[in-house]
């Protein structure tokens, strides 16, 4: 593995922070979150389109820059520092599972809309019992025309905004993921609200007409779960990075008894040990998403990658609202952000608890 970035991937994350920081600003955010409506910052997602930061990872005969995986982990990763309000952590894994298992009907239709943000992807994985089942309670069944999907998915990252779903379902032969119109018939949206306003929706499938992508035996759904926990554990990064220099530079202009309180052995420590496990989700995340886009295999890898991030954004979160004080949890600052976001994360498509048996079993296997 080099553990070098390339120029071009260098360039597209400083193009992505100029961005994001231009436009995520704490102001504007608490302007979205008060809103009534999802945490979506629509006026940022069409700045990274029209930047071509949403098309790295699609082909160019589609529209995209032709790049890969490492590509889009960097831009989750500048997304994550701020804390910027879009999904592109599940429509760049849905468009990368698209390109590689989808028809070449299925990538005409979605790919170009999806990398111009004129079409807005995400994946319906999560169900009541689990962030990420192994045999998903939406079932699969074929019909004179097609397949049908039955069943409620949960907290799906931006469903009710999302132009196109991509379900895990239960088949004959295993698991599939299922393309689904989200107006379509048979379909029901709820809305969902997570505790830092993140956007989500409780999905209910009645026979809804669906599409295959890829094969049913269980490999694309596989390929899919990697992808979504490895773009999460990459924007998670991001969050951990933010968080931990937000603190830094609290701890070094806030005194207390004459003196900064970052130079308290007991701040400076936990600093010292944020600073170390970012490190770790980083070196496991670059290791992840490298496997992956080589075509390796990765799924413990992976596995690591989110063991870390789940570990990492939780030690890191209290962290930050501890030596910040009553600050961290004062709703016109950051901090409280950072807070909820690296919570969010930690259990996003399993914790450190799903994670380690994951490992466990790949060892045992």
Not at 63 to 78: N, W
Not at 269 to 286: E, H, K, N, P, Y
Not at 338 to 355: I, M, P, S, V
Request: glycine share 10%; proline share 3%; aromatic share 6%.
């Amino acid at each position: 593995m080099d553990f070098l970035f390339t120029p071009e991937q260098d360039e597209a994350a400083d193009l992505a922070a100029r961005i994001i920081g231009d436009l995520a600003t704490n102001e504007r955010l608490k302007t979205i979150e008060r809103g009534d409506g999802d945490r979506f910052d629509a006026e940022l997602w069409q700045e990274l389109a029209s930047a071509g930061l949403l098309s790295l990872a699609v082909p160019e005969e589609y529209g995209g820059a032709g790049l890969g995986l490492v590509e889009l982990a960097r831009i989750l990763v500048e997304i994550g520092r701020k804390v910027a309000a879009v999904p592109l952590a599940v429509h760049g894994a849905a468009a990368v599972l698209i390109a590689d298992a989808g028809t070449e009907a299925q990538r005409k239709a979605w790919l170009p809309a999806a990398a111009s943000g004129e079409k807005l992807l995400t994946a319906a994985v999560a169900e009541e019992r689990s962030h990420l089942p192994a045999l998903p309670t939406v079932a699969a069944s074929e019909t004179g025309a097609g397949w049908s999907l039955s069943g409620t998915k949960t907290l799906v990252r931006a469903g009710l905004r999302a132009d196109a779903l991509l379900v895990t379902a239960t088949t004959p032969d295993g698991v599939g993921v299922f393309l689904v119109d989200p107006t379509e018939r048979g379909v029901d949206r709820a809305a969902q609200r997570t505790s830092d306003a993140d956007q989500a929706a409780l999905i209910t499938f009645v026979a809804a007409p669906a599409e295959l992508v890829g094969s049913a035996d269980g490999s694309t759904a596989a390929h899919l779960a990697d992808l979504l926990v490895a773009c999460a554990a990459a924007e998670q990064l991001g969050v951990t990075e933010g968080a931990l220099a937000l603190t830094a530079a609290y701890a070094k202009t806030r005194e207390q008894f004459g003196r900064p309180i970052g130079t308290f052995q007991a701040v400076s420590q936990r600093l010292a040990d944020g600073f170390i496990d970012v490190l770790s989700q980083r070196l496991t995340l670059w290791q992840a998403v490298w496997r992956l886009q080589e075509g390796l295999e990765a799924r413990t890898e992976v596995a690591v990658a989110k063991l870390w991030a789940a570990d990492s954004g939780h030690r890191i979160a209290h962290t930050t609202v501890h030596v910040h004080g009553g600050v961290g949890i004062d709703l016109d600052g950051d901090a409280h952000r950072y807070f909820t976001a690296a919570k969010r994360f930690e259990f996003l498509f399993g914790g450190a608890n799903d994670q380690s048996l994951a490992i466990g079993r790949s060892f045992a296997g």
